[in-house]
C-alpha cells in the first residue's frame, strides 16, 4: 500500500474547506480540551478527599483495638511497648502517630458540648492536619504539655478565648468519670469546621494520667507516594497481633466510594463529550467524501484498491484527531496551569465540607489521564471515519465518474 | 506478426430499469491489435462508452468475455482488476480527473507511488512525461492553475507515464475547444504512430475519428460498421 501517497494525500485534503476543516478542528480542541480540564478537575477532587479523609486523623492505614469503632472508649485501648515501631522501609513511610482518642465532655462558663478529645504527641501530628494548621494562640509544645488547642468553630461555640480555662470530663480506665481543668493555648483552623467543632488536642501523657493508664486507643499510619496499605496491612497484622488493621477504605467508606467513582466519572464525562463530537466529525467526514466521491472513482478507476482509499479516509479523520488532540491537550494543560492556585469554592464550603472537601479545589493534571485522552480520542477518530470510507468505496469506480 | 490486446467476444451489457432489461450492448465482438488507434463512435445511447467501460474493467459484461493483453476480465476480483487497470491500462477522461491538491508533476507521479516505484525514477519518468507533451514548466502548477487543455495534457502523461499496454479515453475532446482538441490529437498520433502506444477511444467528435486508423460505429448496442480510415491528417 503506498503510505507516503495516502499520507501526502490524506494531509493536502485537509487543506481544503479551510473554513469547515477550521470549525470541526476547533471543535475537537474545545472537547479536548474541555475533557483534559475536567479530568484534572476531577482529580483534584478526587485526591483532595481522599487526601482530607487521610489526613482527618485516619491516616493510610490505622490499629485499633477490637471493636473500638462500635465502643469508642478507653477500654478498648492498648499497650505498645517502647520499641514499638516494625520495620517498614523509610521510602515507603512517611510517619506514624500514637493517640488516645475517646468521647468526652467540654465546658466553659457559658457553653457544653460533647467532643473527641485526643491526646497526641505533637512531633508525630506532621501526618495529621494538625501538623499543617494555623494557630491562634501557640499550638501544643509536647507530648505533656498540660494545656488544650481546640477548633475555632468550638471557640466560638462555647465563647471561649485563648488562655481561659475550660472543664473536660471523660472516663477513665477504670470506668470512673474523669474531670479535669486545661487552659486553651490556642485555635486551630482547619478545612471545614466539622473538624474544628469536634476534636480538642492535648498532650498524650496528660490525657494518659487523666484516665489513669498507659495505654493507645490508635496508631495511625502515613506512607508516602502510591499507598500501599494493601501490602503494609499484612505485614502489620503479623506484627500487631490481636489488633485491627483497617486501611483508609474500610474507616472512611464514603469517601472510597466517592474516590472509586471519581475514575468512572472520567470515563463517563470523556464519552459524553466525545460521542458529541463523533456525529460532527462523521458528518463532516461524510460530506467530504461525497464531495469529491469522482475524484475518489478516479482514483480507483486508475488503480487505487479499496483498502488503500478506505485508508486515505481513515487518515484524515487521524490527522484531524492528533492535530486537534494536540492542541485541545495543550488549551487543558494551559487552563490548568492557570488555575494552579485553585478554584476558590467558599460560597459552596459547607456542601464541599460534606463531600469531604476542602473550600478550594486545586486542579490535579496526572499523565495518564492525558495518555487516556489522547489515545481514545485517537481511536475514536479512526472509528469515526469508518462508516464515511466505507460510504467512498461502495460507490463503484464507474458510478462515481458519471457523477 | 499481430499482437492481439483487446479481444470482446459476445460482450453483452444490460441495466435493470425496474422490470425491463435495458440493452446497452448487444453481443459485440472485435478485436483490437497492439499499436492501433481505434475509434469507438457512434450517437448518444449507442454503447461506446459502456463498450470503453467493459474493456478497463470499470463495468462487467451480463455476457460474453473481455481479454485485455491475454487476460480474462471476467474472473478477475475487485483488487484484480484494480491492480490490472494499473498496470496493464491508462485512463484519459472527459473531465481530465486530475487531483486538485496535487501539482502537475505530482497528478503524474502518483500512478507510479501506486505501483511502488522509487521517488527518483518517478520524477524522472513523470518529467519525461510532461517534456513530451510539452508543458514542463507548468509542473508545479495544481490543476485549478491549468486550462483545460493543458489539464489534458497532464491527464494524458499520467496515462502514458507508466508506459501501458493499452490508453483507454472517453470523450477526450469533450471539454476542449478545436484547436486544443487538434494538439491532443497529434499528441496522441504521435503516441500511437512512434511509441507504438495502442489506443481506443470514445467519441463523437468527428476531428478525434479522423485521427484514429479504425473506426467502429456503434448503434443500439452493436458495431455497425468497422473501417479503415483512409483520410488520416498529415502530421504537422
Not at chain 1, 466553659?108 to 495529621?128: H, K, L, M, N
Not at chain 1, 487505487?304 to 492528533?322: C, D, Y
Request: aromatic share 6%; charged share 20%.
Amino acid at each position: 500500500m503506498p503510505l507516503k501517497l495516502l499520507v501526502q494525500l490524506s494531509a493536502r485534503n485537509l487543506t481544503r474547506h479551510k473554513r469547515r476543516n477550521f470549525m470541526l478542528l476547533m471543535a475537537i480542541c474545545v472537547a479536548v480540551a474541555g475533557v483534559t480540564f475536567m479530568n484534572s478537575l476531577i482529580r483534584g477532587f478526587q485526591y483532595d478527599m481522599q487526601e482530607s479523609a487521610v489526613a482527618n486523623l485516619t491516616g493510610h492505614v490505622k490499629i485499633l483495638a477490637p471493636g473500638y469503632l462500635d465502643d469508642p472508649s478507653i477500654q478498648k485501648s492498648f499497650e505498645l511497648a517502647n520499641d514499638w515501631q516494625p520495620d517498614i522501609a523509610a521510602e515507603e513511610l512517611d510517619g506514624w502517630a500514637a493517640r488516645i482518642r475517646i468521647p468526652a465532655v467540654i465546658m466553659s462558663e457559658r457553653e457544653t458540648r460533647g467532643i473527641q478529645f485526643v491526646g497526641v504527641d505533637p512531633a508525630q501530628e506532621s501526618i495529621s492536619f494538625l501538623g499543617d494548621a494555623e494557630y491562634d494562640g501557640e499550638s501544643l509544645r509536647d507530648a505533656s504539655d498540660r494545656r488544650v488547642v481546640i477548633g475555632r468553630a468550638l471557640a466560638e461555640q462555647l465563647e471561649t478565648k485563648v488562655g481561659r480555662r475550660l472543664v473536660i470530663i471523660t472516663q477513665g480506665a477504670d470506668g470512673l468519670n474523669r474531670e479535669m481543668g486545661f487552659r486553651i493555648a490556642g485555635f486551630y483552623d482547619a478545612e471545614g469546621t466539622g473538624l474544628e467543632k469536634i476534636f480538642v488536642f492535648t498532650g498524650i501523657k496528660t490525657l494518659q494520667d487523666m484516665v489513669d493508664a498507659e495505654v493507645f486507643t490508635e496508631v495511625s499510619i502515613k506512607l508516602t507516594g502510591t499507598p500501599k496499605e494493601f501490602s503494609i496491612k499484612a505485614v502489620l497484622a503479623k506484627y500487631f497481633t490481636g489488633l485491627v488493621v483497617l486501611d483508609w477504605q474500610e474507616l472512611e467508606p464514603q469517601a472510597a466510594a466517592m474516590f472509586v467513582f471519581a475514575d468512572a466519572a472520567i470515563f463517563i464525562w470523556f464519552l459524553i463529550m466525545m460521542g458529541a463530537l463523533i456525529f460532527g466529525l462523521v458528518n463532516t467526514l461524510i460530506t467530504a467524501v461525497m464531495e469529491r466521491v469522482r475524484e475518489l472513482g478516479m482514483l480507483r478507476a486508475v488503480g487505487m484498491r479499496p483498502g488503500a482509499v478506505i485508508v486515505q479516509v481513515v487518515l484524515e479523520s487521524t490527522f484531524m484527531m492528533a492535530l486537534g488532540v494536540a492542541i485541545g491537550i495543550g488549551i487543558g494543560v494551559g487552563l490548568v496551569f492557570l488555575a494552579g492556585e485553585g478554584i476558590d469554592l467558599t460560597q459552596w464550603a459547607q456542601g464541599m465540607e460534606m463531600a469531604g472537601m476542602s473550600s478550594k479545589l486545586v486542579p490535579r493534571l496526572m499523565i495518564p489521564d492525558l495518555i487516556l485522552v489522547a489515545g481514545l480520542s485517537m481511536v475514536f477518530g479512526v472509528l469515526a471515519s469508518l462508516y464515511p470510507a466505507w460510504r467512498a468505496v461502495k460507490i463503484t469506480p464507474l458510478e462515481a465518474l458519471r457523477r | 506478426m499481430t499482437e492481439v490486446v483487446v479481444r470482446c467476444c459476445g460482450v453483452t451489457r444490460t441495466y435493470q430499469d425496474e422490470a425491463v432489461p435495458v440493452y446497452a450492448l448487444r453481443g459485440v465482438d472485435f478485436e483490437v491489435q497492439r499499436g492501433e488507434f481505434v475509434s469507438l463512435a457512434g450517437p448518444s445511447g449507442s454503447g461506446k462508452s459502456t463498450l470503453l467501460n467493459v474493456i478497463g474493467g470499470l463495468d462487467r459484461p451480463t455476457e460474453g468475455s473481455v481479454e485485455v493483453d491475454g487476460i480474462l476480465l471476467n474472473d478477475l476480483s475487485q483488487s484484480e482488476l484494480s491492480d490490472m487497470r494499473l498496470n496493464k491500462m491508462g485512463f484519459v477522461f472527459q473531465a481530465y480527473n486530475l487531483i486538485p491538491v496535487l501539482s502537475a508533476l505530482e497528478n503524474v507521479e502518483f500512478i507510479m507511488q501506486l505501483q511502488g516505484i522509487g521517488a527518483a525514477e518517478r520524477a524522472e519518468r513523470a518529467r519525461g512525461a510532461l517534456a513530451s507533451l510539452g508543458i514542463s514548466e507548468l509542473e508545479h502548477r495544481r490543476p485549478g492553475e491549468l486550462s483545460g487543455g493543458q489539464q489534458q495534457r497532464a491527464a494524458i502523461a499520467r496515462a502514458i507515464v507508466t508506459n501501458p499496454v493499452l490508453l483507454l479515453a472517453d470523450e477526450p475532446s469533450a471539454n476542449l475547444d478545436s484547436q486544443a482538441t487538434e494538439e491532443l490529437m497529434e499528441l496522441l498520433r504521435g503516441l500511437n504512430e512512434e511509441r507504438g502506444v495502442t489506443i481506443v477511444t470514445a467519441t463523437h467528435d468527428p476531428m478525434v475519428m479522423g485521427y484514429a486508423k479504425r473506426r467502429i460505429n456503434l448503434r443500439d448496442g452493436a458495431i455497425v460498421e468497422d473501417t479503415i480510415n483512409e483520410a488520416i491528417p498529415v502530421a504537422k
